[in-house]
């Protein structure tokens, strides 16, 4: 049987032990060093904009600190997209705050700017106060409405942090994603569009920012000869070892964005024409996914087939498939939270799938998954 095929494997560009060598040699072996300046530096001038980064421990982290430096605290109220990951969500209740979930359009399948309003309005009059933040996400890289979001989040005077941790490259009108609310997070887990093993990275606008968040995540020391304290931080900075990973992987970022584009184009036109599958894609020519993860909504009705039956068919033929994400606020924990809802992202997470797209996918692979689902599909009409 051929290898089995997984959904975003992390891929090495053979640079990265270079760096790691470098930082043990020089004994940079701590949470700071010159890796963890340079691959700042490098994202930096990769997102453009004039952004600054912090590296830190995670993606979670990155949300974590930047809910922080937004002045989220017990009692608040943080608007988060429910079509999402957990990791969007669950660092507003570290702070004592509540997720209030806003589901998402059916375009680009993230936060529904109209129904954002309809959620702040509400919360306004129900509370007589605004939420302290909007969390919107580019879900599988795909970019959310950002423009539209971001009008409505400054006509309230309410802050945006970008959870743009699946979308590390993509576009929306030539601007790179994380670089349009007032914060945004990345993430290097194992299986992004890069990793340094694990860790991730808040984006800020200028260097005063940069310096509130290095103060915080490195546990709000003040400026003493002792240790003194008169906030509360956190450990959060990235290790000079991970941030030598992603030095080496920032030389293959493009080639990997460029593959996961490709791969798409390979899915799209194996898809043509086949009945009840549909492979999402860019709305118009404002957005430019990097394509993170390929993900296909199945119509029973028209394909004769389910996601999960194709699930389970290619789980067999050795290739790692899952279900999109389960809403937030479908999930057992978030079930008393305030939500906005308007079916979508409910009826993404009953019929649709993510296919395999990371840089250890090849043309072969795509080409066999393709006709695996292709002969799962029974068109009705004869
Ligand atoms: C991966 C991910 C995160 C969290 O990043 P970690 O580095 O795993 O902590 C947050 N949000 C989304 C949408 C993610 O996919």
Redesign the pocket.
């Known amino acids: 049987m051929d290898k089995r095929v997984y959904l975003c494997l992390a891929h090495m560009s053979g640079r990265e032990q270079d760096f790691i060598r470098e930082a043990f040699d020089t004994n940079w072996v701590v949470p700071l060093g010159p890796n963890v300046n340079a691959f700042e530096e490098e994202l930096g001038a990769f997102l453009g904009g004039g952004k600054r980064v912090v590296a830190l421990?995670?993606?979670?982290?990155?949300?974590h600190l930047g809910l922080v430096l937004l002045g989220v605290g017990p009692g608040d109220e943080v608007i988060c997209q429910s079509f999402?990951?957990?990791?969007?969500a669950n660092p507003a209740v570290y702070l004592g705050a509540t997720p209030v979930f806003v589901d998402s359009e059916p375009r680009s399948w993230n936060m529904d700017p109209e129904l954002l309003e309809e959620a702040i309005r509400d919360r306004i009059a129900r509370r007589g106060r605004k939420p302290k933040a909007i969390i919107p996400?580019?879900?599988y890289g795909m970019p959310a409405d950002i423009d539209a979001i971001c009008r409505v989040a400054e006509r309230y005077g309410i802050p945006v942090l970008e959870?743009?941790?699946?979308a590390l490259g993509s576009e929306f009108e030539g601007r790179k994603c994380g670089t349009f609310g007032a914060l945004g997070?990345?993430?290097?887990?194992g299986?992004?569009m890069i990793t340094t093993s694990?860790?991730?990275a808040l984006i800020v606008p200028d260097d005063e920012t940069r310096r509130r968040a290095m103060f915080f995540a490195t546990q709000a020391r003040e400026p003493f000869p002792y240790y003194q304290h008169e906030q509360i931080g956190y450990n959060y900075r990235m290790s000079n070892i991970c941030a030598g990973i992603g030095r080496g992987q920032m030389t293959v970022l493009d080639v990997h964005i460029a593959h996961h584009r490709r791969v798409h184009a390979r899915y799209a036109a194996a898809f043509a024409g086949v009945p009840g599958i549909t492979l999402a894609d860019n709305p118009d020519s404002r957005w430019n996914s990097n394509f993170w993860l390929c993900t296909i909504l199945v119509d029973p009705a028209v394909s004769g087939t389910t996601c999960e039956e194709l699930r389970l068919r290619l789980d067999a033929e050795g290739v790692e498939t899952r279900p999109l994400?389960k809403p937030m606020h479908l999930q057992p924990v978030y079930a008393g939270n305030p939500c906005y809802v308007n079916g979508t992202a409910e009826r993404l997470f009953g019929r649709g799938l993510c296919l395999p797209a990371g840089p250890m996918v090849t043309d072969d692979d795509v080409d066999r998954i393709a006709a695996c689902i292709r002969a799962c599909v029974k068109s009705p009409v004869a």
């Open positions: 421990s995670a993606g979670t982290a990155a949300i999402t990951f957990c990791a969007s996400v580019h879900l959870d743009a941790a699946e997070a990345l993430s290097f887990n299986n992004k694990g860790g991730g994400w």
